[in-house]
T-cell receptor, first 115, second 113 residues
Framework: KAGVTQTPRYLIKTRGQQVTLSCSPISGHRSVSWYQQTPGQGLQFLFEYFSETQRNKGNFPGRFSGRQFSNSRSEMNVSTLELGDSALYLC??????????????FGSGTQLSVL | DQQVKQNSPSLSVQEGRISILNCDYTNSMFDYFLWYKKYPAEGPTFLISISSIKDKNEDGRFTVFLNKSAKHLSLHIVPSQPGDSAVYFCAASGSNTGNQFYFGTGTSLTVIP
């Protein structure tokens, strides 16, 4: 079974631009969560999608948004990029049937650098 | 507000000895806990989990202990191997957090051959 696939692996953008990151979950998984990891910080929860609906949202500004498609693939968008948005963005999938009580499977992440 | 804390940023252990990684949490509603291992430039890999109905879970060389009254969990690795050198994250969720997990800031483990 293929794992969680994130594209692209690396991105370099400048301040003010916008970016879209993509995540394909494990086949059969309907829940996709997004996390941000910055140096010295743990993983910070952005949002979770389940069956094309945002089920939960973390404490990030509205510049961060996402969506999920009918095939469970998910995209995350960051508009008006700021220097502080430079981070590793991780996508995680799970079946979603036991929210909060099942392990998450992570992709390799997208390393975003904002110049 | 860091609800899950790993107060030791780093730990060095000799090969063959025990590694003990600690994690504290503040939210008494947390009832499911995970440990992940992460290498640079890779995503976290699941290691072991424990739910609040247990106080211990074991999988091979890895054992997780949960002390609910102290809101503390620990991961024991016995025996430690050089390939265990990585950053370890603990994570917690609860019935009131949906599928949102709260992660600690990680502990970098170095196993010295």
């Amino acid at each position: 079974k293929a794992g969680v696939t994130q594209t692209p692996r690396y991105l370099i953008k400048t301040r003010g631009q916008q970016v879209t990151l993509s995540c394909s979950p494990i086949s059969g998984h309907r829940s996709v969560s997004w996390y941000q990891q910055t140096p010295g910080q743990g993983l910070q929860f952005l949002f979770e999608y389940f069956s094309e609906t945002q089920r939960n949202k973390g404490n990030f500004p509205g510049r961060f948004s996402g969506r999920q498609f009918s095939n469970s693939r998910s995209e995350m968008n960051v508009s008006t990029l700021e220097l502080g948005d430079s981070a590793l963005y991780l996508c995680a999938s799970s079946s979603g049937r036991e929210a909060g009580a099942e392990k998450l499977f992570f992709g390799s992440g997208t390393q975003l650098s904002v110049l | 507000d860091q609800q899950v804390k790993q107060n030791s940023p780093s730990l060095s252990v000799q090969e063959g000895r025990i590694s003990i990684l600690n994690c504290d949490y503040t939210n008494s509603m947390f009832d499911y806990f995970l440990w992940y291992k992460k290498y640079p430039a890779e995503g976290p890999t699941f290691l072991i989990s424990i739910s609040s109905i247990k106080d211990k879970n074991e999988d091979g060389r890895f054992t997780v202990f949960l002390n609910k009254s102290a809101k503390h969990l620990s991961l024991h690795i016995v025996p430690s191997q050089p390939g265990d050198s990585a950053v370890y994250f603990c994570a917690a969720s609860g019935s009131n957090t949906g599928n949102q997990f709260y992660f600690g800031t990680g502990t970098s483990l170095t196993v010295i051959p």
